[in-house]
């Protein structure tokens, strides 16, 4: 073949296999957060470091004035940056692609 097919083409053939350009389905989001390894991480893990590090954390008061949670060594305190999910989708732009008819959403 020497020239390529062009795109109306493609479009056609895709539909022909059961393809449409619509959004992607979405399923209901799932994370896991009740699963054995992942409350064994978090209980022997994340939360012993965690109260580790806590006298080196700030925190405030209801009228907004820092308070001193404890002793910390360093003479710097620790900052913890929390992020959801949607951060990760934020740049997303493109909604619709090629879905198959029999794709389904997924949790």
């Given at each position: 073949?020497?020239?390529?097919?062009?795109?109306?083409t493609?479009?056609?053939w895709?539909?022909?296999?059961?393809?449409?350009?619509t959004?992607?389905p979405s399923g209901?989001?799932?994370?896991?957060?009740?699963?054995?390894?992942?409350?064994?991480?978090?209980q022997?893990?994340?939360?012993?470091q965690?109260?580790?590090?806590?006298?080196?954390?700030r925190?405030w008061?209801?009228?907004?004035k820092e308070?001193?949670?404890?002793?910390?060594?360093q003479?710097?305190?620790?900052v913890i940056?929390?992020?959801?999910?949607?951060?990760f989708?934020?740049h997303?732009?493109?909604?619709k692609?090629?879905?198959?008819?029999?794709e389904?959403?997924?949790?």
């Amino acid at each position: 073949m020497k020239k390529g097919i062009s795109e109306q083409t493609a479009r056609n053939w895709l539909g022909q296999v059961g393809y449409c350009f619509t959004v992607e389905p979405s399923g209901q989001y799932v994370n896991g957060h009740e699963r054995n390894d992942v409350v064994d991480y978090r209980q022997n893990n994340f939360l012993p470091q965690w109260k580790q590090i806590e006298p080196g954390l700030r925190a405030w008061t209801l009228d907004g004035k820092e308070e001193v949670v404890g002793e910390y060594p360093q003479p710097q305190r620790i900052v913890i940056w929390f992020h959801d999910e949607s951060m990760f989708y934020a740049h997303d732009h493109r909604k619709k692609q090629w879905v198959h008819s029999s794709e389904k959403a997924v949790p």
